[in-house]
């Protein structure tokens, strides 16, 4: 099968916060950083990436926007998923799904952590809430 890559270069722009999402990426060698921008335009690191580490696929799931901006912080080759084969995986290979979940569930994990060390007064809003409930109970039942 052959596969779609790209490089990278130190303090390339990969993409940027708000921008429509249209592929993922996962990290063949380098190192990415994911920073987001506060309303005065100050970007802050969130999280480094490196060697098999996928990101971008946020967009692919929920079809929403780029929630941060990704960089390249040295010389990164990146294989590049397009929506089609991303909906592809996700719909017939389990061990992509799992894996998929796992990833998530790591940045989730960590974006907690992150958030717990900020003082709640500086919490001002709450994220959307996804719903499972119509996976496990059908109009009759």
Same mark, same amino acid.
């Given at each position: !099968? &052959?596969?779609?890559?790209?490089?990278?270069?130190?303090? &390339? @722009? #990969?993409? !940027? &916060?708000?921008?429509?999402? =249209?592929?993922?990426?996962? @990290?063949?060698?380098?190192?990415?950083?994911?920073?987001?921008?506060?309303?005065?335009?100050?970007?802050?690191?969130?999280?480094?990436?490196?060697?098999?580490?996928?990101?971008?696929? !946020?967009?692919? @799931?929920?079809?929403?926007?780029?929630?941060? /901006?990704? #960089?390249?912080?040295?010389?990164?080759?990146?294989?590049?998923?397009?929506?089609?084969?991303?909906?592809?995986?996700?719909?017939?290979?389990?061990?992509?799904? /799992? /894996?998929? #979940?796992? =990833?998530?569930? &790591?940045?989730?994990?960590?974006?907690? #952590?992150?958030?717990?060390?900020? =003082?709640?007064?500086?919490?001002?809003?709450?994220?959307?809430?996804?719903?499972?409930?119509?996976?496990?109970?059908?109009?009759?039942?």
């Amino acid at each position: !099968m &052959e596969h779609n890559t790209t490089t990278f270069y130190k303090g &390339e @722009i #990969i993409f !940027m &916060e708000g921008q429509t999402s =249209s592929c993922a990426y996962i @990290i063949n060698s380098g190192l990415v950083g994911v920073y987001r921008e506060d309303s005065s335009g100050n970007r802050s690191l969130v999280r480094k990436l490196g060697n098999n580490d996928m990101f971008g696929e !946020m967009g692919l @799931i929920d079809k929403y926007p780029r929630s941060a /901006t990704a #960089i390249a912080l040295q010389d990164t080759q990146c294989t590049i998923i397009e929506r089609y084969r991303f909906n592809y995986l996700t719909k017939f290979n389990p061990h992509f799904m /799992t /894996t998929l #979940i796992k =990833s998530l569930t &790591e940045k989730l994990r960590s974006t907690i #952590i992150n958030l717990n060390k900020i =003082s709640p007064a500086n919490r001002t809003t709450s994220p959307n809430k996804t719903s499972l409930y119509g996976f496990f109970h059908k109009k009759g039942d």
